[in-house]
């Protein structure tokens, strides 16, 4: 089996649930402490093996581009004052990754987003990370989680958490063969964004994935689904027709930095885990008992 090295980074949406932050600027580049979003997903990737991204984008956010290339001008300016650990750190990601970008024009959903890879994948199975969800693995990297599940079956492979009844109808949720449990499931079917009494279980899809390339052949003709959008998880549900696709339940923590909370509880956990800001957050919220 050939060794999964690319991975897909949809980042084009507008963002609704940051507005007015999102206006402006994306989502993706909100700073848990100092690193932007997506530069966490980007690591959790890189520290899982993958070398080849592809972030999908929209015309408002080329900042993610400058972000991920060299900067020679304020390279030059580090030099001159001698500041080598802040240069180490803006060249870092530049030396050891391949990134690339694509364009969204149009904001049809998640499923048109990754159809726009089709390129990029090339025929090969990769790795769909989305821009907002950010994962500590407990052991090891969500995506280096999946990669493993992926050496075992050869399949697609959906990361999942559990979530309470209360959030099933804002998730795609899978439902599992009878009988099987444990971490690693195949699926019978997955369903976006269900009512509650229609929810299979409450394995939810949580923005990790192993995708084979037969996905790009139902994405070309999917029709809109819940919210009038291209989803994903629709050609999830056609593609189970030819192949076999599981669910892996990650081990570790999610963060959806698209939601305020997310993004609330991972500054503060992020600090937390930080030799340089523990303290300083352990005051912060000391202080206000
Ligand atoms: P979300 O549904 O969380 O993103 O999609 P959104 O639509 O931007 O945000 P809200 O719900 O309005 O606040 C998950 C990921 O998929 C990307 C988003 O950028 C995000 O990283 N996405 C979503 C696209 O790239 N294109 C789309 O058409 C939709």
Known sequence: MKKITKAVIPAAGFGTRFLPFTKAMPKEMLPIVDIPTIEYIVREAMDSGITEFLI????????????????????????????????????????????????????????????????????????????DDVYVGREKPATKQ??????????????????????????????????????????????????????PSNLAIGGRYILTPAIFDYLENQTRGAGNEIQLTDSILRLMAKEDVYSLAIDGRRYDIGSKKGFLEATVDFSLARADLADAMKEIINNRK
Request: proline share 4%; charged share 30%.
């Open 56 to 131: 999908i984008i929209n015309e408002g956010k080329e900042c993610i581009k400058t972000h991920f290339g060299k900067n020679e001008v304020l390279e030059r300016f580090l030099t001159e004052k001698n500041k080598t650990a802040e240069i180490e750190q803006i060249n870092e990601l530049p030396s050891k990754i391949n990134v690339s970008f694509t364009y969204q024009y149009e904001q049809l959903g998640l499923g048109h987003a990754v159809l726009c890879a089709k390129e990029f994948a090339n025929g090969e199975p990769f790795v769909l990370l989305l821009g």
């Open 146 to 199: 999946l990669l493993e599940a992926y050496e075992k079956t050869g399949c697609s492979i959906l990361g999942t958490l559990e979530v309470p009844d209360s959030d099933v109808s804002k998730y795609g949720i899978c439902e599992p063969f009878e009988k099987t449990t444990g971490d690693l499931i195949k699926l019978r079917s997955v369903v976006e964004k269900p009512k509650l009494e229609d929810a």
